[in-house]
Each structure stands twice: as C-alpha cells, then as structure tokens.
Antibody, heavy 119, light 108 residues
Framework: EVQLVESGGGLVKPGGSLRLSCAAS????????MNWVRQAPGKGLEWVSS????????YYADSVKGRFTISRDNARNSLSLQMNSLRAEDTAVYYC????????????WGQGTLVTVSS | SYVLTQPPAVSVAPGQTARITCGGN??????VHWYQQKPGQAPVLVVY???DRPSGIPERFSGSNSGNTATLIISRVEAGDEADYYC???????????FGGGTKLTVL
C-alpha cells in the first residue's frame, strides 16, 4: 500500500524557516517524481514544487522560487521541502504527492502538514 | 502564465448527471487531470489524461476535453460525491503545474 506521511509543520514567525519531510513507503520511491502542493485555509490547491526521480529536474512555483528548496533522498525514501523567508501568505496545509502514470498527474497524496506563519 | 477557470459551484439532484467544466486556452491540446477533495481530507485523483480512471474509481466518473473546455462528468450522482473538484494540467510553456480554482459540487 502506498503511504506518504508528511511531518515538520508548525508555527513560525515571518522571516523564519521550516523544513518539511515526507516519508514514502509501499512503492519504489526512486522510480517516481515527487511533488509538494499546498492549500491555504479555505482556498484551493496550489502547486509548489516538483522533483524528478533522480533530482535531475526541479521546478518551483513563482511564489516560492528563491525561498523554497525541494530535495529527496532515495536511499531513505524521503522527500523534503526547505522553506526560508516565510511569509504570512505561505500559511497552508502542505501535501506531498507522487507523480502518476501520466507523470503530470498526482496519483497518491499524503494527509498534509499545517504550516502557520504568524507573529 | 496558464489559467484554468472553473465554476465556483455546481448543484445536481441524486441520480442525475453532474458536469463540471474547466476552461483554458486551447486546453484540448493538453492532458487534464481531475481531483476530488472532501472536507478535511487529502485530494484524490479521479480522472487522469482527460478520461482515464485510476483503479478503484467508479465508472460513473469520466471526462472529456476539446477546444477550450475540459469536462468532468459524474453519472448517477450520489450523496457521497459531494465534494470540491479541481482540474489540473502541466503547462509546458512555463514548466509549471496549474490547478483550477475548484468547484464545489452540491448534491441536492
């Protein structure tokens, strides 16, 4: 069974940093691209970042480029998102999601971790 | 950047067919994916590549895509289908994934 479990969320002050992690199991992690998607309270889904299976391709949404860094450790079946210079508008539930058959679709999602940026 | 436009809300009676649209410039040339999200839960992929269904998704869920509009079609709607639905595409022009704003489906 595919499982994705996010951790690392919490309350952080504006300008602060936080590192999110996603532990993957139930599939060959090193064969799949992975993604982060966020959802602000009461709002829709927003794609944040994606990384290919070997980390050869990395993409960021304009809203986080230069502040967030996505990475993965295939030996540990782990995906990470380093978030720096956090802003109030980064407050959201952050989901880890696996890329699916179509590559551009996200076929499995974690339950999410809440990041709150507030003074 | 590429924009996907969805109606904020759609209502349908049980047993009827719900159609949720997703508009975008020449979206027919892209592959569209659809997600269902119930309150307090993570999104679930219900249709990928315009009209394919992942395993475990009922045949009642289907899709179409042509011109400037993609459509998620839910036949014989049930109370359990009440949820937010999002369309998504990969925009090769910007190397970005794009989500529509979401549509709240209400089963009357």
């Amino acid at each position: 069974e595919v499982q994705l479990v996010e951790s690392g969320g919490g309350l952080v002050k504006p300008g602060g940093s936080l590192r999110l992690s996603c532990a993957a199991s139930g599939f060959t992690f090193s064969s799949y691209s992975m993604n982060w998607v966020r959802q602000a309270p009461g709002k829709g889904l927003e794609w944040v970042s994606s990384i290919s299976s070997t980390s050869g391709y990395i993409y960021y949404a304009d809203s986080v480029k230069g502040r967030f860094t996505i990475s993965r450790d295939n030996a540990r079946n782990s995906l990470s998102l380093q978030m720096n210079s956090l802003r109030a508008e980064d407050t959201a539930v952050y989901y880890c999601a696996r890329s699916g058959i179509a590559v551009a679709d996200f076929d499995y999602w974690g339950q999410g971790t809440l990041v709150t940026v507030s003074s | 950047s590429y924009v996907l436009t969805q109606p904020p809300a759609v209502s349908v009676a049980p047993g009827q067919t719900a159609r949720i649209t997703c508009g975008g410039n020449n979206i027919g040339s892209k592959s569209v994916h659809w997600y269902q999200q119930k309150p307090g839960q993570a999104p679930v992929l219900v249709v990928y590549d315009d009209s394919d269904r992942p395993s475990g998704i009922p045949e009642r869920f289907s899709g179409s895509n042509s011109g400037n509009t993609a459509t998620l079609i839910i036949s014989r709607v049930e109370a359990g289908d009440e949820a937010d639905y999002y369309c998504q595409v990969w925009d090769s022009g910007s190397d970005h994934w794009v989500f529509g704003g979401g549509t709240k489906l209400t089963v009357l």
